[in-house]
């Protein structure tokens, strides 16, 4: 079936960089958007951004524009969200999520814990 | 960017219904059919309920439903069970392949 499974959990230290990945399994990746949201403890969700796996092409909400890249690699049916610059404020669970043409979050994956922390 | 809003918490005994609503805009609930409503419990992923406003996905118990009136989209759960507790978001497409959250709603089955 298809699903969603994300890289593990990381430990940065502010002012570094994160990079996690997003596999997709059991459909045509290049055919929907994966989004990317994020969950910091106590906390909403937080929309980030998306990316056309065919294209490569993005859409970042302006709080991240300067700050995130979602990069894809079609060989492996893999997304990346990378996150520059880090914050304790950037602690928070990072989910990918697929959009099925007008249906987003139809699948999600498991999440990936980011500690940003000295 | 701006947050939907959500009533923080709501709480019901088993079997009665509850609503909640999700208060956005005109640049994003009262411009678009595209509402959606996601379950989350603790440590988990969010699990889609509602898109399009009042469309269940597959498997999705017909218990949920969802509604719109101008910037306002409102999640009724019926026959309430303890399965139900968890947080709700309503998520809206706000234009420019853009989307925005609500602030989410806590629900505690009594």
């Known amino acids: 079936q298809a699903q969603l499974v994300q890289s593990g959990a990381e430990v940065r230290k502010p002012g570094a960089s994160v990079k996690v990945s997003c596999r997709a399994s059991?459909?045509?990746?290049?055919?929907?958007?994966i989004h990317w949201v994020r969950q910091a403890p106590g906390q909403g969700l937080e929309w980030m951004g998306r990316?056309?796996?065919?294209?490569?092409?993005?859409n970042y909400t302006q709080d991240f524009q300067g700050r995130v890249t979602m990069t894809r690699d079609t060989s492996i049916n893999t997304v990346y969200m990378e996150l520059d610059s880090l914050t304790s404020d950037d602690t928070a669970v990072y989910f990918c999520?697929?959009?099925?043409?007008?249906?987003?979050?139809?699948?999600w994956g498991q999440g990936t814990l980011v500690i940003a922390s000295s | 960017q701006s947050v939907l809003t959500q009533t923080a918490s709501l709480s019901g005994s088993p079997g009665q219904s509850i609503t909640m609503s999700c208060t956005g805009t005109?640049?994003?609930?009262?411009?678009?059919?595209?509402v959606s409503w996601f379950q989350q419990h603790s440590g988990e992923a969010p699990k889609l309920l509602i898109h399009?406003?009042?469309q269940r996905p597959s498997g999705v118990s017909d218990r949920f439903s969802g509604s719109k009136s101008g910037n306002t989209a409102s999640l009724t759960i019926s026959g309430l069970q303890a399965e139900d507790e968890a947080e709700y978001f309503c998520?809206?497409?706000?234009?420019?392949?853009?989307?925005?959250f609500g602030s989410g709603t806590k629900v505690t089955v009594l």
């Open positions: 399009r406003v009042s």
């Open positions: 005109n640049n994003d609930v009262g411009n678009y059919d595209l």
């Open positions: 059991g459909y045509a990746f290049v055919g929907y958007f």
């Open positions: 990316i056309n796996p065919k294209t490569g092409g993005t």
């Open positions: 998520c809206s497409y706000a234009g420019s392949s853009t989307y925005v």
């Open positions: 999520a697929r959009q099925s043409g007008l249906i987003f979050g139809d699948i």
